[in-house]
């Protein structure tokens, strides 16, 4: 299976534009003109009781893949715990690494440190999304998780399996940037793909009207395997360069 385009928000001004400002409107938009509203100022924030919920769940070393303006990231690090942010808008990463994170301009679909290592992996703000493939996007998930990793999956908070072609735009009335293939899962389709990629739900839940799913991959033994913290080792963290542009130690 090929993988899915590696940017999907790389070429979207007025996403970067709402990363830099802190605030909206932003949507994303179809092409029969249905709108999605993003929650840009939640996002620009700091991590929020919900967040902080998710995170007390995380276990060792966390990949937030889609980090964003990066607010996980940097509640992590506040914690003293290891964790990597990536994502594709460069506004994205520089704005994670401002609040204190360590983030990565990238995709999930290239190279990333530490894979198949990483104790816990999260999906948040609708990134099952990424790319338009749920399935490609799982499989990639697994590749990234040490054996018996933990995956924790924001769904859309109503029943949808739903691929399609979006733009992001400031405007309503307008169309906005280059289109991108995008997905929106329900928790019942998000197990369903989960279950193909040989992740099984561990736990499932609801709360300030923002759903999660918490899945693990198979275990390399049938005994239980406690988290590692120290998984994903200091030699394969980013290293910047002159230019402060992050580069993968492989």
Do not use: K
Not at 166 to 183: C, L, N, R
């Amino acid at each position: 299976m090929s993988a899915p385009p590696a940017a999907p928000w790389a070429g979207a001004d007025p996403y970067s534009a709402a990363l830099r400002t802190g605030r909206g409107p932003l949507f994303l938009r179809r092409a029969d003109g249905w709108l999605l509203p993003l929650e840009v100022e939640r996002w620009c924030a700091r991590a929020d009781a919900v967040d902080r919920q998710v995170l007390q769940r995380c276990e060792g070393a966390v990949l937030d893949v889609g980090c964003g303006p990066g607010r996980l990231v940097a509640e992590l690090a506040g914690q003293g715990r290891t964790a990597l942010g990536v994502d594709v808008s460069d506004a994205a990463v520089a704005h994670s690494r401002g609040l204190g994170g360590q983030a990565l301009c990238r995709s999930v679909f290239e190279p990333l440190p530490g894979e198949g290592r990483w104790d816990t992996v999260l999906l948040m703000d609708g990134n099952i999304g990424i790319g338009g493939e749920p399935a490609a996007l799982l499989a990639r998930i697994v590749q990234l998780l040490a054996p018996g990793g933990l995956l924790i999956a924001e769904a859309a908070p109503v029943d949808v399996d739903e691929r399609a072609s979006v733009q992001v735009t400031d405007s309503p009335g307008q169309a906005g940037g280059h289109p991108f293939p995008w997905a929106r899962l329900g928790t019942p389709a998000l197990l369903r793909y989960a279950a193909g990629a040989g992740l099984r739900p561990v736990d499932q839940w609801s709360v300030g009207g923002r759903c999660f799913a918490a899945l693990r991959t198979r275990t390399a033994s049938t005994s239980a395997e406690p988290a590692n913290s120290a998984a994903v080792s200091s030699s394969q963290w980013p290293r910047y360069t002159s230019a402060e542009r992050p580069v993968a130690d492989r």
